[in-house]
């Protein structure tokens, strides 16, 4: 029974050493400045956790003259989530997905200016 209590008076120690030493939080630290690094972290932890939750997803199709070859070069972009040639087509679709539109928009410029790019229509996924 002790050393499951002193095994439990341990980790606290450890976890208060760990915020002392990654947020200067501790006995020195005056509460008020505490509070503040506190809030400042959970603000932090928000915004991390409403991007990952507001990103943009689209379709995009883009005309070209040799899909199989455009497909192997956009799929190595960043935010192509899938990239297929279409059978019958001179054609390719993609699926992308940013964070925002302004990422979004920069991904499309890059897609566009792709040698061998003819032309891309964009749909945005509801």
């Not at 208060?16 to 959970?42: C, S």
Request: glycine letters at 4%; one cysteine or more.
């Amino acid at each position: 029974m002790f050393s499951a209590f002193f095994w439990e008076i341990e980790a606290r120690y450890r976890q208060q050493r760990l915020l002392e030493e990654t947020v200067g939080i501790g006995p020195a630290v005056p509460k008020a400045v505490q509070e503040a690094r506190m809030m400042q972290l959970a603000r932090q932890a928000q915004v991390s956790v409403v991007e990952n939750i507001c990103r943009v997803s689209a379709y995009v199709f883009v005309s070209c003259a040799q899909p199989k070859r455009i497909v192997r070069a956009l799929s190595r972009l960043p935010g192509v989530v899938k990239a297929d040639a279409l059978l019958g087509a001179s054609e390719a679709v993609l699926v992308v997905e940013r964070h925002n539109f302004e990422a979004l928009q920069t991904l499309l410029t890059e897609v566009q200016s792709t040698p061998g790019v003819k032309k891309i229509s964009v749909k945005l996924a509801a």
